[in-house]
């Protein structure tokens, strides 16, 4: 067994990685960027070593500083986790010439499966049923125009070298192929340095099911049962589970059946994956081979009680497999949600910000928690935003369905806008709830599970202005201890006067909307006069940011925190959000940017097709912004005309700054 590994990754899945080799007694080595240099995974190694700058391509995609490091610091086998180098079949070669250990399948297989047109080519030969396409060499755009309305549509356009829903259109209809086409080659050729494409009949009510596979180096290969990871979003997964629902024994033995087959055509050594389309009709299709650990290889470990980094690291020092297929049970059902910094409002861009308040549910034998954050850590716009997963375990899978919900309803942050009420809601649909659900579900049912901006919560409101008077308070109670006499009333933290409490006031602005509360405070209870209501409010703990208070009877939750003169907060884990105003700052403020359109997020300018004093058609394309291999287009909100273009081709733009100016 090895006495050292570098883990070549960041994140959640470093932490993991990590956890299990230190189990083993194997020590471990971080790689760290700029942006990194204070991150979770840095910490739960023994050593780390700086590699470079902040994006990707300056440090986790750095082949040769990813070799010196393991070098440097006496490793003898490098984990590359997921993602980044993971299936690089030149960095697992680099590997193996400077004599490290790759802990993952032969550079062969990594390369044949990389490309999804030789991975089609290579199941088809070996009897695994495929999906009707082309995959051919010949990439004319007449010639895939072609070939695109022989397969028919619904169809699929896919970068040879994608993955991660990157680099995947969907197209509907002959007239929507030639712009599909041209993203998918251009966001391919950003993300994979190669703009190759296939083309495959979408199966619309298909479900996405994979199958984890695991092989060694002595003939030896066994399958854990398989996933199902139909919940999706812009074809990134959103919710995995373990096993997949409405599956039967003889189904699973056929599917099971042909993942091995899979593995032995490539002499498959380590973890992989092989993702299957499912139809209505119990049809399967050869989709992908992942060649490395997946995302969602926690629920399999929680059904099957097996730690499949461990049996990585064994596989690769040239062990054989832990447990034979005999051996190898499941028991219970196990599901996990990806909770990510975006905003499901707007079509799920990325957040970023700082983690100001976070509060996970308490982890237990059923509930689990990978991470690789902690509060007042960054969301950073250079990296996948993904805060945690969560994954919970039951006797069944309505059980395990229960321990989720009441685990998001749990876990709470403040900070970038994250998709944590979205996933509850995604729970809570009948459809979801008695089945799961097909590949395009989310997408069809977007409006019902996506919230509208909701109105003014009025125990928001009460909850914010507590905290806000007690914060004051405390900072009062500071200055009154340093007070050469305070015993002085005037040095009070009350609102005490002569002739009595005076009341107070207090002015916030929800939205457009400017709100003013009278307060009186009454032997440890407030009087609030509001919106032409009274609200009486009594602490039951104070424990700052931390609320519980009884409003006019009703007990309510909250956590909020003032950032200058902004209070943002939970009730609940429901967020809100004030502006703290002064007297003279009463007035709507928001009219001065009524002609502005500004970034939804941060990112870089990498189309922009307006000039000052070009005029627009409503819904036109203006600018298209990239952030973590996203696209995101700018539109006109109306029919207008550009007045100001203040960036260009190649520049970066931070969240809420002003792109353009527009008159109508």
């Not at 905003?343 to 700082?354: C, I």
């Not at 307060?519 to 609200?535: S, V």
């Not at 939804?600 to 300018?605: D, N, Q, R, T």
Request: a negative charge; one cysteine or more; glycine letters at 8%.
């Amino acid at each position: 067994m090895f006495n050292k590994i570098l883990i070549a990754n960041r994140g959640e899945i470093a932490c993991r990685i990590a956890r299990s080799a230190k189990s083993m007694g194997i020590r471990t080595v971080a790689v760290y960027s700029d942006a990194d240099r204070n991150a979770l995974h840095v910490h739960s190694c023994d050593e780390a070593v700086h590699i470079g700058g902040s994006a990707p391509g300056e440090s986790y995609l750095l082949a040769d500083k990813i070799i010196a490091a393991a070098l440097l610091t006496g490793a003898e086998a490098i984990h590359p986790g997921f993602g980044f180098l993971s299936e690089n079949a030149d960095f697992a070669e680099t590997c193996v010439a400077n004599k490290l250990v790759f802990i993952g399948p032969k550079p062969e297989a990594i390369r044949s499966m990389g490309s999804k047109s030789a991975a089609r080519r290579i199941m088809q030969a070996a009897g695994v049923p495929i999906v009707p396409g082309y995959d051919g060499d010949e990439q004319a755009e007449d010639v895939l125009q072609d070939k695109a309305n022989e397969v028919g549509y619904p169809l699929l356009i896919k970068a040879v070298a994608g993955g991660g829903g990157k680099g995947l259109r969907t197209v509907d209809q002959e007239s929507e192929f030639t712009p599909a086409l041209q993203a998918v080659k251009r966001e391919s050729m950003g993300a994979f340095a190669d703009d190759a494409v296939l083309l495959e009949r979408f199966l619309p009510d298909a479900r996405h099911i994979e199958i984890q596979i695991f092989a060694d180096t002595h003939g030896n290969i066994v399958h854990l049962f398989e996933r199902d990871c139909s919940l999706q979003r812009r074809h990134q997964k959103v919710i995995e589970e373990a096993p997949a629902p409405g599956i039967d024994d003889i189904l699973r033995e056929d599917m099971t059946r042909a993942a091995i087959l899979c593995a032995r055509a490539t002499d498959y050594v380590g973890a992989g994956t092989v993702e299957f389309l499912l139809a209505e009709d119990n049809s399967f299709y050869f989709m992908e081979m992942n060649t490395r650990l997946q995302v969602e290889h926690p629920v399999t470990e929680m059904i099957t009680r097996q730690d499949l980094v461990s049996w990585q690291l064994r596989v690769a020092a040239g062990e054989a497999l832990p447990a034979d297929q005999h051996s190898i049970t499941k028991a219970g059902h196990a599901i996990e949600a990806r909770i990510y910094a975006e905003n499901p409002a707007l079509n799920f861009l990325p957040s970023t910000g700082r983690l100001s308040y976070l509060s996970p549910p308490e982890v237990s034998e059923n509930i689990r928690i990978d991470t690789g954050v902690q509060q007042g850590d960054e969301i950073s716009a250079h990296y996948d935003p993904m805060i945690a997963k969560l994954i919970c375990r039951g006797n069944n899978r309505a059980q395990a369905m229960a321990r989720l919900k009441s685990a998001l309803r749990e876990y709470r942050l403040i900070g970038p806008k994250s998709n944590i009420n979205f996933l509850f809601d995604l729970c809570s649909h009948p459809a979801v709830v008695s089945r799961g659900a097909n590949t395009r579900f989310i997408d069809s049912n977007l409006d019902e599970l996506i919230a509208v901006e909701s109105s003014l919560d009025e125990n928001a409101l009460i909850s914010a202005t507590i905290f806000l008077l007690l914060d004051q308070a405390r900072q009062l109670q500071t200055q009154q201890q340093a007070t050469a006499d305070p015993c002085s009333p005037w040095a009070g933290s009350d609102s005490w006067r002569p002739g009595g409490t005076e009341a107070q006031k207090v002015r916030l602005q929800y939205g457009d909307q400017l709100i003013v509360l009278t307060i009186r405070e009454r032997q440890n209870c407030w009087n609030i006069e509001t919106l032409n209501k009274q609200f009486l409010v009594e602490p039951l703990a104070k424990d700052l940011p931390e609320l519980k208070l009884l409003i006019n009877g009703s007990m309510h939750q909250s956590v909020t925190l003032k950032t200058g003169n902004t209070l943002k907060g939970l009730l609940g884990n429901v967020p809100f959000s004030f502006t703290l105003l002064g007297a003279a700052m009463a007035s709507d403020s928001t009219e001065q940017q009524k002609d502005r359109i500004l970034s939804p997020m941060p990112g870089k300018i990498i189309a922009c097709s307006v000039k000052a004093g070009q005029a627009v058609k409503s819904g036109e394309s203006l600018m298209v912004i990239e952030a973590m291999k996203m696209e995101h287009a700018i539109q006109a909100p109306h029919e207008g005309t550009i007045e100001e273009v203040h960036f260009t081709l190649g520049d970066q733009v931070e969240d809420g700054e002003i792109l353009l100016a527009f008159k109508q």
